[in-house]
């Protein structure tokens, strides 16, 4: 019998120890490619749904500062480019990662002298 409890102990206690890991890690964020997105490597942002809207860009909203993030011209192909930057980096890894604070920059320059930075 105190076989059989302990064995449903060690059991029980290696389960939640298992999902406390795994939930623990935090996730890769991957771009259309399937590879991990980098920090400080340019990317482009596209609507999930394709033929949809157009490119992620910064737009004046009724045509006065300051820009916002908007939806281009659905003809041009790309729009901005953006960079991921953590706020903290995770040890040596520049991969950003789900659930991490982070700033998405715009690589651009506005006439309204304001920060390019993306804040959600």
Known sequence: MTNTRS???FILANVCLFVMISTSIAQ??????GESVEEGDEYFIRPAITGNGGSFSLV????????NVGLDNPDLPHGLTVVFIPFV?????????HNR?????????TTCGQSTDWRL
């Open 101 to 109: 604070d982070l700033r998405i920059q715009f690589i651009a320059s």
């Open 89 to 97: 980096s995770h040890h040596d890894e520049d991969d950003v990662r």
């Open 7 to 9: 064995l449903a102990i």
């Open 60 to 67: 004046l909203n009724n045509g006065s500062c300051p820009w």
């Open 28 to 33: 890769f964020i991957i771009d259309t490619n």
